[in-house]
C-alpha cells in the first residue's frame, strides 16, 4: 500500500543548528502535505499545509522563518527548523495524501528532534 | 474552527473485555471524523472514517464507530481487546468538502491492556 517516508526517525542538535526533516510519498503524488508537532503526552497540532508548488500555510501562532516548509515536487517536502532551541524539542510528523478525503491520508512515522 | 474533545485520558481495560473510546466534537459545519491509532515513536494508522451514509463505520482490528450527530460524538468500541491494542487513540475531525484543511486532533486516549 502507499507508504509515507519520513527521514530521520531520531535526530539530536546542539543549540542554534538548523535540522531539515524529510517526508517522501513513495508510490503515490502527495499533491498535499501536512505537517504536525506532537508534544509529550499530548495531541498533533497541525503546523503548516503546503500544496505542491505552492507556498506553505502556517497555522497560527507557527514562525514561517523558524519552520521553514518546502513542497517542490509531489513526492517530497521537507520541514527545517532553523536555529533550533531546547523549546523546538518535539516530535514532528508529516502526512501526505492525493486528495483527502476520498484520498487517503498517510503518516509518516515521525522526527523525534532533541535540541540540547 | 472545530475542536475534538477525548474525555479520558486514560482507560484501563482487561484482555478480551470490550472497551469504549469516548469522543465528542464541535463544530458550526459538517465534518468529517475519524479515529487514528498511534504506536509508541511512530505516526498513526487510520483505524477508520465516517464520511457519509452509515453511521456505523467499521474500521480495522475489529473496532468501529458509531456517529450520533445529535450527540455530536463519535465513541469507538471493540468487543473483545487484545494486549496487542495497547497504543494511543487518537479522533479526529476535518470539514466536509474538497479543499487542502488539514486534521483537528483530540489530546488521545492511552488504552492500556491488561492481561
Known amino acids: 500500500g502507499a507508504v509515507v517516508s519520513q527521514h530521520p526517525s531520531r535526530v539530536i542538535c546542539k543549540s542554534g543548528t538548523s535540522v531539515k526533516i524529510e517526508c517522501r510519498s513513495l508510490d503515490f503524488q502527495a499533491t498535499t502535505m501536512f505537517w504536525y508537532r506532537q508534544f509529550p503526552k499530548q495531541s498533533l497540532m497541525l503546523m503548516a499545509t503546503s500544496n505542491e508548488g505552492s507556498k506553505a500555510t502556517y497555522e497560527q501562532g507557527v514562525e514561517k522563518d523558524k519552520f521553514l516548509i518546502n513542497h517542490a515536487s509531489l513526492t517530497l517536502s521537507t520541514l527545517t527548523v532553523t536555529s533550533a532551541h531546547p523549546e523546538d524539542s518535539s516530535f514532528y510528523i508529516c502526512s501526505a495524501t492525493s486528495g483527502f478525503p476520498n484520498s487517503p491520508l498517510h503518516f509518516g512515522n515521525g522526527t523525534r528532534l532533541t535540541v540540547t | 474552527a472545530q475542536s475534538v474533545t477525548q474525555l479520558d485520558s486514560q482507560v484501563p481495560v482487561f484482555e478480551e473485555a470490550p472497551v469504549e473510546l469516548r469522543c465528542n466534537y464541535s463544530?458550526?459545519?459538517?465534518?468529517?471524523l475519524f479515529w487514528y491509532v498511534q504506536y509508541p515513536n511512530q505516526g498513526l494508522q487510520l483505524l477508520l472514517k465516517y464520511l457519509s451514509g452509515s453511521t456505523l463505520v467499521k474500521g480495522i482490528n475489529g473496532f468501529e464507530a458509531e456517529f450520533n450527530k445529535s450527540q455530536t460524538s463519535f465513541h469507538l468500541r471493540k468487543p473483545s481487546v487484545h494486549i496487542s491494542d495497547t497504543a494511543e487513540y487518537f479522533c479526529?475531525?476535518?470539514?466536509?468538502?474538497?479543499?487542502?484543511?488539514?486534521?483537528?486532533f483530540g489530546k488521545g486516549t492511552h488504552l492500556i491492556i491488561q492481561p
Open positions: 479526529a475531525v476535518r470539514v466536509s468538502g474538497g479543499g487542502a484543511d488539514g486534521l483537528t
Open positions: 463544530s458550526s459545519v459538517s465534518v468529517y
